[in-house]
T-cell receptor, first 110, second 112 residues
């Protein structure tokens, strides 16, 4: 059983559609991060959420941390082909141990 | 200047060989990691070093040996390579203040 469960595993949509991806756990976290990884590159941090119920916006991306700090969602409005990539959630498990979910592979078709 | 650089970017080798991947960072942070990303894109932590000291050693075969000659470098040496070692290996550097990880571009290892 993984620490962080992400869903869906794959998502293919048309340009202009909205979408939401999820990151869930049975554990409570002090913070949670979202990364995006494009082909041939390493993951890049998008946002860190730390407070239960917190909502952060990054242009067309909206991140929410669950009230109980066990889950998080990422909503993309009017998706564009440039949003295509692997979206990973991550959290600090122990002091220096950053654990990742299995990711959601998003494809946005023109 | 690339913040986290890995070499080589691609590595193709035969089973049973020994190979090394190097990682260098110029961010000045103390914590460095090696992650393995398999064909299903799952990113699994292998090792964590803090200020040249091994902190985390996940369930990794002892054929894998990390070495940190100084705070800016964390190398990964792999002995007796097996087919299952084929993956992309990522070096990452952690900012202890923000928690952000900065990743290298990855080293794609293919074992034939």
């Amino acid at each position: 059983t993984q620490l962080l469960e992400q869903s869906p595993q794959f998502l293919s949509i048309q340009e202009g559609e909205n979408l939401t991806v999820y990151c869930n756990s049975s554990s409570v976290f002090s913070s949670l991060q979202w990364y995006r990884q494009e082909p041939g590159e390493g993951p890049v941090l998008l946002v860190t959420v730390v407070t239960g119920g917190e909502v952060k916006k990054l242009k067309r991306l909206t991140f929410q941390f669950g009230d109980a700090r066990k889950d998080s969602s990422l909503h993309i409005t009017a998706a564009q082909p440039g949003d295509t990539g692997l979206y990973l959630c991550a959290t600090r498990y122990n002091n220096n141990d950053m654990r990742f979910g299995a990711g959601t592979r998003l494809t946005v078709k023109p | 200047d690339t913040a986290v650089s890995q070499t080589p970017k691609y590595l193709v080798t035969q089973m049973g060989n020994d190979k090394s991947i190097k990682c260098e960072q110029n961010l000045g942070h103390d914590t460095m990691y090696w992650y393995k990303q398999d064909s299903k894109k799952f990113l699994k932590i292998m090792f964590s070093y803090n200020n040249k000291e091994l902190i985390i050693n996940e369930t990794v075969p002892n054929r894998f040996s990390p070495k940190s000659p100084d705070k800016a470098h964390l190398n990964l040496h792999i002995n007796s390579l097996e087919l299952g070692d084929s993956a992309v290996y990522f070096c990452a550097v952690g900012d202890s203040n923000t928690g952000e990880l900065f990743f290298g571009e990855g080293s794609r290892l293919t074992v034939l």
